[in-house]
């Protein structure tokens, strides 16, 4: 049987990419590609979730993850008894991050989805699924409804496989980057053809951020009353 979306949290894609679809310059590293129309919006993103999800890559890249910056937005989540922060959920098959790292310094709960529990810095451990779908079926029993995915690309393409990405929203920044540090990775394999065809996605909006960017709004459309196709 299906799982359904109200059976798992909705999943949003929150990612700023290049003109030509890069997450990074060719040389890698931490991408810092928005300026401050995009942030802004990432701040809304982060005061809609319930936790936001993260690869392990992305985590070492950066040491840390995105706080929300607008006390305007903290007070309104702390005043509908949520916390000022949503919950970091690291997927990783190999937790060896190092403690020292500003993210375990951050004022928000740390979840790790794992193969194993790490010994200490996280305040949840679920243990890693054999599929996306069983996955976020844990996450929502978890009480998590609302889940953010911010990277990094190896992540964002096995929910997109999996049929798992409910809303995509990118922040398209007017810079071409070149290289192979793509929104998805190039050597990925065909995407189920329910996520491909014409009639896939729903636009449900542009707006401008400034600086030239544009920030793009698509949603999943699925046959059979939104069911999740595997």
């Known amino acids: 049987m299906p799982l359904q979306p109200s059976d798992r949290p909705e999943v949003r894609l929150v990612l700023a990419i290049s003109l030509d679809g890069r997450l990074a310059p060719v040389e890698g590293g931490a991408a810092h590609l928005g300026g401050e129309g995009d942030r802004v919006a990432l701040d809304q993103a982060?005061?809609?979730?319930?936790?936001?999800?993260i690869g392990a890559g992305t985590l070492r890249a950066h040491e840390c993850t995105c706080l929300i910056r607008s006390r305007t937005?903290?007070?309104?989540?702390?005043?509908?008894?949520?916390?000022?922060?949503p919950a970091a959920v690291i997927v990783s098959r190999s937790p060896d991050f190092s403690t020292s790292w500003?993210?375990?310094?951050?004022?928000?709960?740390?979840?790790?989805?794992?193969?194993?529990?790490?010994?200490?810095?996280?305040?949840?451990?679920?243990?890693?699924?054999?599929?996306?779908?069983?996955?976020l079926a844990d996450l929502g029993a978890a009480g998590i409804q609302r889940l953010v995915l911010l990277g990094g690309a190896h992540l964002a393409a096995d929910l997109l496989a999996a049929d798992c990405v409910d809303v995509l929203r990118l922040t398209l920044v007017p810079r071409v980057l070149g290289g192979t540090n793509t929104w998805l990775p190039t050597e990925l394999s065909a995407l189920p053809d329910s996520l491909t065809a014409p009639n896939a996605w729903r636009a449900e909006g542009a707006e401008p951020l400034g600086e030239g960017e544009w920030l793009l709004r698509y949603r999943r459309l699925r046959a059979?009353?939104?069911?999740?196709?595997?």
């Open 102 to 135: 500003r993210f375990f310094q951050q004022p928000l709960c740390r979840w790790l989805v794992a193969p194993s529990p790490m010994d200490d810095g996280f305040d949840r451990w679920i243990p890693l699924a054999d599929s996306w779908p069983e996955q």
């Open 224 to 230: 059979g009353a939104g069911s999740v196709a595997l």
């Open 46 to 53: 982060l005061a809609w979730a319930d936790a936001c999800l």
């Open 73 to 85: 937005l903290v007070n309104q989540r702390l005043s509908a008894g949520r916390p000022a922060h």
